[in-house]
């Protein structure tokens, strides 16, 4: 299993998570509460040239493979797993987006593995101070374990 595969694997499972548990975001737009479903990606974002299209693509959750670590007993990839929402809430302005977060951890950590995807121990949820207001983000960083590679001679499996 690659990288790319174990992320993926995880949008899929974070997908039908989402709507298992009927999970959406409530925005307010003219007044009216409007329910958004959680959008799961691969990968990235698509890069948006105005805030409208930027506000359209949340709430999003992207689940990125960020870097592999091959040591001497075995191999991990680092994933990060970005949450983004709108939530223009003057008081309770970023609840959304702790909610969204909680949600993604518990999920994860209660049906570890993922498929054929483990995550090790020591998952990792940060907020940061500085936030685009109305717009939030959040990330949660953890390793998987993957098949390590190993050297093999040809010679020994051809029969040569």
């Known amino acids: 299993m690659t ?14 998570a989402c709507q298992e548990y009927d999970e959406t975001t409530t ?10 479903p959680i ?8 890069k948006c040239p105005t805030a409208a299209a930027m506000r359209k693509q949340c709430p999003a ?17 680092g994933i990060v797993i970005y ?5 223009d809430d003057k008081t309770y302005a970023g609840d959304t987006l702790y ?6 951890r518990m999920r994860l ?7 054929n995807v483990f995550i090790a121990p020591g998952m990792k949820a940060t907020v940061t101070e500085e936030q685009a207001f109305p717009q939030w983000l959040g990330f949660i960083e953890l390793d998987v ?13 051809l029969g040569r």
């Not at 992207?62 to 991990?76: A, F, H, L, Y």
């Not at 909610?99 to 993604?104: G, P, R």
């Not at 950590?109 to 498929?115: C, E, H, K, Q, R």
């Open 109 to 115: 950590l209660s049906s570890n593995p993922i498929g």
């Open 99 to 104: 909610h969204l977060m909680e949600f993604i």
């Open 145 to 157: 374990y993957i098949q390590q590679p190993k050297k093999y001679r040809p010679e020994l499996i």
């Open 39 to 46: 959008k799961v990606y691969t990968g990235f974002l698509a």
């Open 3 to 16: 990288p790319l595969d174990c992320a993926r694997t995880i949008t899929s499972f974070l997908q039908e």
């Open 83 to 87: 949450v983004t929402v709108y939530d």
């Open 61 to 77: 959750v992207v689940v990125r493979p960020e870097n592999v670590v091959d040591g001497k007993e075995n191999s991990t990839v």
């Open 27 to 36: 925005v307010w737009e003219n007044g009216k509460a409007v329910k958004e």
